[in-house]
Nanobody
Framework: QVQLVESAGGLVQPGGSLRLSCAVSGRASGFNTMGWFRQASGREREFVAT????????YYGASVKGRFTISRDNVKNTVDLQMDSLKPDDTAVYYCAAAGGNLILSSMGRKEAYDYWGQGTQVTVSS
């Protein structure tokens, strides 16, 4: 059974940093495309970042580009999200997602393109 398990989020002050990690179990070969989405209270799930295995292509949502960095470890079967210069608008539940295929650019930000999801972890940015 495939599982994606996110590390604990937390409470961070504006301007601070936080690193999230997602570990894949139940699929030794891992996933070709892995990403992060987030969902704030009362809003739609929003694309944050994604990374493709092989060419290591990365793609970021407009609201986080330049502040967040996605990376992956194909040996450990993990994907991380380094979040810097956090803002109150970054407050949301963050979800790890995985797709079996190498998604094309036009699909990398679409939640429908991902096959597996983590349970989510709360990140709150507040003073």
């Amino acid at each position: 059974q495939v599982q994606l398990v996110e590390s604990a989020g937390g409470l961070v002050q504006p301007g601070g940093s936080l690193r999230l990690s997602c570990a894949v179990s139940g699929r030794a070969s891992g996933f070709n495309t892995m990403g992060w989405f987030r969902q704030a209270s009362g809003r739609e799930r929003e694309f944050v970042a994604t990374i493709r295995r092989g060419d290591n292509k990365k793609y970021y949502g407009a609201s986080v580009k330049g502040r967040f960095t996605i990376s992956r470890d194909n040996v450990k079967n993990t994907v991380d999200l380094q979040m810097d210069s956090l803002k109150p608008d970054d407050t949301a539940v963050y979800y790890c997602a995985a797709a079996g295929g190498n998604l094309i650019l036009s699909s990398m930000g679409r939640k429908e393109a991902y096959d597996y999801w983590g349970q989510g972890t709360q990140v709150t940015v507040s003073s």
